[in-house]
């Protein structure tokens, strides 16, 4: 989808920066002030010109925000802009551009502004999430394997630490973070994940530097509440990344670190190819075991997704055969409790559709991956991400075939966000060329 950006000035410097910003991947639409933005549409980014502004900066933020509550602001502004006043939290722009207008450093601006805002959008998802949805008992499994894992994330809210949760992809490191976020006296404060494989070359210092406002003690958080920062895969930093993450958690942090880990990083620590010195901060490490090694939480947690999908779909509790069970717990689950999680739902999905009156799910709804997905031979180099995405993309191919290709019922089937939905298609190369080329 593209980007749209809406720039705010009568100025000259105004109307070069929404000249500059056509010829990029954005859709431009300037007005001379905030007051005359189209209310039919709100933008992603806001190119905000100081001059002939009279009023407080507070005053002017707090209008663009109820104008354009959810969209970055980078400032248009001369050397001698007292940009300490602009940057009160909450009411703060995400960029600053100089005047004269240089098209790299307003290019540059516009794309930082739209990774922060892309952070914020996916922490206020996850937070609406996570309030509805994750609670102590969320942690299903009754193998001696679960239960460590639970007095762990009991005994890690007690503290302040940083944590690191070390497992292969799907076996529930983010939800292990979460609960310990929710179970600790941190609990009504926000909770942000970063997903380390994506965000761009050296920009982790920015970022972390902008979230400190988000996270921790602010001009509108006085009272000092402090935030979690959820790092997702350690391993995917580069060494230069690693580096500037160990200068930073070197002096205090105004919120909580915590970040996952691929269990390789112990390895990749020992054979020099991880900085020792950023692992050693994270003293308090979590193991969670992949589903295969604890196989006897399969059939309690066949029944959590199962009670879970059920009420979302609201349909009545349904069953499942024994013999599916019985085949769930001979198989190899790469993709662990994603894997099964999304199993359960496309049987449930199908169910509904199928407007199915019975109390038992019938066997072939719950079919498992094709042999292959767990065969070593074959597959043996082919990386657990993409086994994962391979699963991922055949729901969604399925569900867009139940639902005649529509996005909006497929979204609503999958409980996604639309525009999630339709990025995800986008990934995986299934929307068709008509629908991508809109705008």
């Known amino acids: 989808m593209t980007k749209s950006i809406l720039v705010v000035g009568n100025s000259r410097a105004a109307q070069e920066a929404a000249e500059v910003l056509a010829t990029g991947p954005w859709s431009v639409t300037r007005v001379p002030e905030i007051s005359k933005a189209p209310s039919t549409h709100l933008h992603h980014v806001v190119v905000l010109d100081t001059d ?104 890690a809210a007690f503290s302040s630490g940083p944590i690191v949760f070390i497992g292969n992809d799907g076996c529930g490191r983010r939800l292990a973070a979460e609960l310990v976020h929710r179970n600790a006296q941190t609990r009504s404060s926000p909770f942000l994940r970063v997903d380390l494989t994506s965000l761009p070359h050296g920009e982790l210092a920015r970022v972390m530097n ?89 059939p309690t947690l066949v029944d959590h997704f199962l009670r879970l999908t059920c009420k979302r779909f609201e349909l009545q509790p349904l069953g499942i055969p024994s013999s599916t069970i019985e085949a769930y717990t001979h198989y190899d689950w790469p993709g662990n409790v994603s894997e099964l999680s999304m199993v359960i739902e496309r049987a449930v999905s199908i169910a509904s559709v199928a407007k199915l009156d019975t109390t038992m799910l019938p066997e072939h709804f719950c079919f498992l991956p094709p042999p292959t997905a767990r065969e070593p031979g074959p597959r043996k180099d082919v990386p657990l991400r993409k086994l994962i995405a391979d699963i991922e993309r055949r729901i969604i191919v399925e569900t867009l075939e139940r639902v005649d290709g529509s996005q909006r019922r497929a979204a609503e089937q999958l409980r996604l966000n639309p525009t999630t939905l339709h990025e995800k298609m986008k990934r995986y190369k299934i929307l068709p060329e008509r629908q991508g080329s809109r705008t």
């Not at 940009?83 to 005047?99: D, E």
């Not at 997702?232 to 942090?253: F, G, K």
């Not at 880990?261 to 075991?289: G, M, N, Q, Y």
């Open 210 to 298: 902008e979230l400190r406002g988000e996270l921790g003690p602010s001009n509108s958080n006085p009272e000092g509440r402090v935030g979690t920062l959820y790092l997702a895969e350690l391993t995917a930093l580069t060494r230069e990344d690693q580096r500037t993450l160990s200068e930073i958690v070197e002096r205090p942090l105004p919120f909580r670190l915590m970040a996952s880990a691929h269990p390789s990083i112990e390895a990749a620590v020992d054979r020099d190819r991880f900085d020792e010195k950023l692992f050693s901060v994270f003293r308090s490490r979590i193991k969670i075991p992949p589903l295969r090694e604890r196989r006897g939480d399969i």
């Open 52 to 155: 002939g502004i009279a009023a407080l900066p507070a005053s002017v933020m707090k209008t663009v925000r109820n104008a354009e509550p959810n969209a970055a602001v980078v400032m248009l502004a001369t050397p001698d802009t007292p940009w300490a006043s602009w940057t009160s939290y909450p009411a703060r722009p995400a960029g600053l551009c100089l005047k004269p207008i240089n098209r790299l450093a307003l290019n540059d601006a516009v794309d930082s502004a739209l990774v922060y805002q892309g952070l914020l959008d996916e922490n206020r998802h996850l937070k609406s999430q996570l309030a509805n949805t994750v609670s102590s008992k969320d942690w299903a499994g009754c193998t001696p394997e679960s239960q460590r894992v639970r007095e762990s994330i009991a005994t």
